[in-house]
């Protein structure tokens, strides 16, 4: 294990003293690395270590403060993401960056300098997106796919331009295992080709798996270079905090009385893309943890809305102790204790030029006197939002910045503690750490287990096993549109979710 790297090793990318500030904020600080031809480097951090920064100066998005780039050994200043892509720059955001009422086709066109013509595009995309194993129907409005399809799209768009280096920020967040897997083989070629890639992810062991070599961020600076196949993910973890990684602790936890009841619940698709719900039922308890699994676009998104109030439902098919909550909408249910947090936490969750107070008003008005009689208190406001940051470690500048300025782990902890922190009865969360670092992925966890431990219900709908696994008292699996029977989570293999994820309901009882 070194600090830094010998940048005289022929390489395809190298970054010499690069530096960079933000008012209040030294997001780089004199940051020297090199990614090698063929290879697959991990760029790792807490959130907020400046792993963002650090890749949109390479893509053309900031200007360095000091520093120097270099491509091919050629200076690399790109004025705009236009001449890096021109320098054979590619790069996959973690934040999805699509027209939403455009088709998969225009989408990728609009990334093309000269695109040609629209039946060649369609039938090159649909090739390549066959052979990467992450299918794609051009003809498709973006409107209407999910995120783990929407992030296909990203990664098809930026393959489709044979790039010399390719940069992919958290690009396996919302793919299952097997359309991870599929993704590394064709890394692993691209690689094998001579091209280099520069690869952002908070799975640590999916690094350790796939990755040749790791750099590490801490504050803004380089403190570790290493092979991450020589350590363990918790040592990965250990470098990029500082310190050793807490446990999660699931003591002081017994199931209650019942609190939330689904009977019934059956919609339809909300869109000719979407999924219909078919006869959903479930019953969460005091102080229990429901996890809920599934394969994206099988109707993750549509159950959610079903139980936030997004859409209503026929009458006595959602029931919160008691009370028929079926034809009420978002603000109703929140103010009875059944708060939710969805997966799209840029524009579903948040709204992105809303300043974190803003958004905060949005979802805890009423259930934390932040809003009264029509009037704002925007004091209240201000100190609901800078709890938020304190105890969910938020790292910004300040709770007047807007969301779209914070790094997708930070953004995800601030949505999740604006719900945790209005003691909800009833919590429903999707997605709750994606894209969130190992040590932030556990203070989430750990903030789930205390609200049940404190008497809530919980309901995680997540496309991450082990933290079904970890958090979760009893398992689920959805299934185009239908929900298997609960099991306990005790005990049971991954050979038995596989088979619950497929569909396979009847072989499972109820053991409540």
């Not at 090698?36 to 998005?61: C, D, F, Q």
């Not at 050994?73 to 892509?85: V, Y």
């Not at 139980?307 to 009420?328: F, Q, Y």
């Not at 549109?481 to 619950?500: A, K, Q």
Request: glycine content about 10%; overall charge neutral.
């Amino acid at each position: 294990m070194t600090k830094g790297t010998d940048l005289a090793v022929p390489t395809v990318f190298r970054a010499e003293g690069i530096g960079k500030s933000y008012p209040g904020v030294r997001a780089n600080d004199d940051i020297s690395f090199a990614v090698r031809p063929g290879e697959i480097h991990a760029l790792l951090g807490e959130n907020g270590a400046g792993k963002s920064t650090l890749v949109k100066m390479i893509y053309g998005l900031v200007r360095p403060d000091e520093g120097r780039m270099f491509l091919l050994d050629a200076p690399h200043a790109p004025q705009d993401p236009r001449a890096a892509r021109a320098a054979g720059v590619a790069m996959v955001f973690q934040h999805f960056s699509l027209f939403d009422a455009l088709t998969v086709a225009e989408n990728i066109a609009l990334g093309m300098e000269n695109p040609p013509p629209r039946r060649e595009l369609a039938a090159r995309i649909t090739q390549v997106s066959h052979d990467f194993g992450l299918p794609l129907n051009p003809a498709r409005r973006v409107v209407t796919l999910s995120a783990g399809e929407r992030q296909r799209v990203e990664i098809i768009r930026c393959l489709l331009q044979n790039p010399r280096l390719l940069i992919m920020d958290e690009p396996t967040s919302v793919l299952t295992p097997q359309e991870a897997e599929l993704l590394f083989a064709t890394l692993r070629k691209l690689a094998a080709q001579g091209t280099a890639i520069l690869y952002i992810s908070h799975k640590l062991e999916e690094i350790r798996a796939h990755c040749d070599r790791a750099t590490i961020l801490r504050h803004g600076r380089v403190v570790e270079s290493c092979d991450p196949r020589a350590h363990s993910a918790r040592d990965l973890a250990a470098m990029m905090v500082g310190g050793q990684m807490r446990q999660i602790d699931r003591s002081g936890r017994q199931a209650g009385e019942v609190l939330l009841e689904v009977q019934g619940l059956s919609l339809p698709a909300p869109d000719a893309e979407g999924t219909a719900l078919k006869d959903i039922a479930l019953t969460l308890r005091a102080g229990e943890i429901l996890g809920i699994g599934g394969v994206a676009g099988n109707g993750q998104e549509e159950l959610l809305a079903a139980l936030s109030g997004e859409v209503a439902s026929r009458p006595g098919t959602v029931t919160l102790e008691g009370a028929d909550l079926s034809g009420k909408g978002p603000e109703p249910r929140r103010v009875a204790g059944l708060l939710a947090a969805p997966e799209d936490r840029l524009g579903h969750a948040a709204v992105p030029d809303f300043s974190l107070i803003e958004n905060t008003l949005l979802t805890a008005g009423a259930r934390k006197g932040l809003v009264r009689r029509g009037l704002i208190d925007h004091g209240a406001a201000r100190d609901y939002a800078l709890a938020v940051i304190r105890d969910f470690d938020v790292r910004t500048p300040g709770p007047h910045v807007a969301a779209r300025a914070l790094s997708g782990g930070n953004l995800q902890k601030f949505v999740i503690g604006r719900e945790v922190m209005q003691a909800p009865r009833v919590l429903v969360v999707n997605q709750p750490t994606w894209g969130v670092d190992a040590g932030a992925a556990a203070a989430v966890r750990q903030s789930l287990l205390d609200l049940a431990r404190q008497g809530a219900g919980v309901i995680v709908i997540s496309q991450d096993l082990d933290e079904l696994l970890e958090l979760s008292d009893r398992f689920c699996a959805l299934n185009e549109g239908r929900l298997s029977p609960p099991v306990p989570t005790e005990g049971l293999t991954l050979d038995r979710i596989g088979l619950m994820l497929g569909g396979a309901h009847g072989m499972e009882e109820a053991r409540i």
